[in-house]
């Protein structure tokens, strides 16, 4: 260690009880320590610094190769820093101011060992009385989002009574917020919403006031907001991200209209209509729902054959109020090969495994995932099998399966197979065994 620094080597934090009703606070230390900006060096069983310990083991020399890779192994020793000491704790006032205790101080005491070259910290918090929210009022110029909010004010988490926590603020923007886009308001966002908070002085409650603007952010000031409606759905089921980013128009060989939806095929029709119209719940005609995008996404998603996909609000030129949803859809390999070998060796008995497996992701133009896997095994064994069957180790296998990215049954409905997400798999399996006791198929 340099002339005047220290290792630290401890760092703890202490949250004292509240001051005027002695409870504890609800955060727990491991979530406090993540605003620190300094660790200890790391501890493997709680008491050893094995990444420290490996670094030290280099020599000065830092051109010597072995000395450079004990470092890039290790962690170098982490230095006291007074400056990131000072910061950490104004990180974890912060903390606490956010959690609504206002009045919170921290105090730094540093051990500094002169002997051992060692520096302990400790942070010691004092929360002092927290704020409350005692009334919770709206101010909402727009009567539909009003009603909306209203009709749905006990599953909002903002209550008469909590604590003035920053994260409840949040969750309440963010909850609006996805009401809101569900029920149709598209330009939307969490940033419409604020928050006033109103207390006397010396008084720990507040009275709380959210206020949603009354026009969209970024728009005209003549502008409302509104719900917007799907105009049309369209699949590209070609996209280059890297070629077509940014574009307002895409090429087909080919346009396949199906049930209200477009869908602009490229080279050929990998995936079927139905496949697509399946998977999609955005309908034209329809309100703009975030949730039916979710949906969407998440059905994608679950077709092998698909390596990326992205959907696209856009707003209809000349037609305020219409939105058009283009869901960009990337296809991934078709097939793919894959081989694995092995070779054992137990005391002296030697042997030998491979694996051969083949994968067809898209094998009837639905994103069916074929699987067909052979392997085989085989190791010698010395000794005496006089009374035995066989004298070696021998096994052949074959799995053979298809899985179909959603519920096969007759007489279903796109409605019902939009909710229910599950596959249906068929697979077949052999297994051939040979063992000094017995030869057996297993299929």
């Known amino acids: 260690m340099p002339q005047g620094e220290y290792l630290l080597d401890k760092v703890a934090i202490v949250v004292k009880p509240d001051s005027i009703s002695g ?5 727990s ?22 990444q420290l310990a490996t670094y030290n083991l280099s020599g000065r020399d830092s051109l010597k190769r072995v000395n450079r890779f004990l470092r890039k192994l290790g962690k170098p020793p982490v230095i006291y820093d007074s400056v990131l000491s000072r910061t950490s704790a104004d990180q974890l006032r912060q903390t606490m101011i956010n959690r609504g205790y206002m009045d919170a101080r921290v ?29 919770v009022d709206y101010s ?12 749905n004010m006990r599953r909002l988490p903002i209550k008469p009574g909590g604590l003035l926590d920053r994260r409840i603020l949040e969750q309440e923007r963010a909850q609006i917020t996805t009401l809101l886009r569900n029920q149709g308001y598209y330009s939307f966002t969490k940033e419409n919403i604020t928050f006033s908070a109103d207390t006397a002085e010396g008084a720990k409650d507040v009275n709380l006031t959210l206020l949603i603007k009354n026009k969209p952010l970024r728009e005209a000031d003549s502008l409302r907001f509104h719900k917007f409606r799907i105009a049309n759905v369209i699949f590209v ?42 998977a999609c719940s955005i309908r034209p005609g329809g309100l703009f729902c975030q949730r039916d995008i979710d949906l969407t996404y998440e ?5 092998s054959i698909l390596r990326y996909v992205n959907i696209e609000m856009r707003p209809v030129d000349g037609d305020p109020g219409n939105l058009d949803a283009y869901i960009m859809l990337t296809r991934g390999k078709k097939q793919v090969v894959s081989l694995e070998l092995e070779g054992t060796n137990s005391e002296g008995d030697l042997g030998f495994g491979t694996s051969l497996t083949y994968q067809h992701k898209n094998l009837f133009h639905g994103s069916e995932l074929l699987n067909a896997k052979f392997r085989a095994s085989y190791e010698s064994l010395s000794g005496n099998f006089n009374g035995f069957i066989n004298n070696r180790y021998v ?11 959603n519920f096969k049954a007759p007489f279903l409905s796109s409605r019902f197979k939009r909710k229910v997400k599950a596959n249906t798999e068929f697979s077949m399996s052999f297994d051939y065994q040979e063992r000094p006791e017995y030869t057996r198929i297993i299929a």
């Open 395 to 405: 096994e052949y296998g074959t799995e053979l399966g298809i899985v179909f990215p």
């Open 29 to 50: 230390s491991a979530e406090l320590h993540n605003y620190l900006r300094q660790h200890p060096n790391h501890k493997v069983l709680g008491f050893l610094k094995l």
């Open 107 to 135: 105090d730094i005491v540093a051990g500094l060992n002169e002997k051992k070259r060692k520096a302990d910290i400790k942070y010691i918090i004092t929360p002092g009385q927290p704020h409350y929210i005692a009334t």
């Open 23 to 27: 409870n504890s606070v609800n955060i």
């Open 237 to 278: 089921t070609d996209y280059n991200p890297g070629k077509d980013f940014g574009k307002r128009h895409f090429s087909a060989q080919d346009t396949v209209s199906y049930r209200g939806i477009r869908i602009l095929y490229g080279d050929d029709h990998y995936l079927r209509p139905s496949i697509l119209y399946d």
């Open 140 to 151: 909402i110029p727009d009567t539909a989002i009003a009603r909306i909010i209203a009709g």
């Open 299 to 303: 059905s994608l998603g679950r077709l």
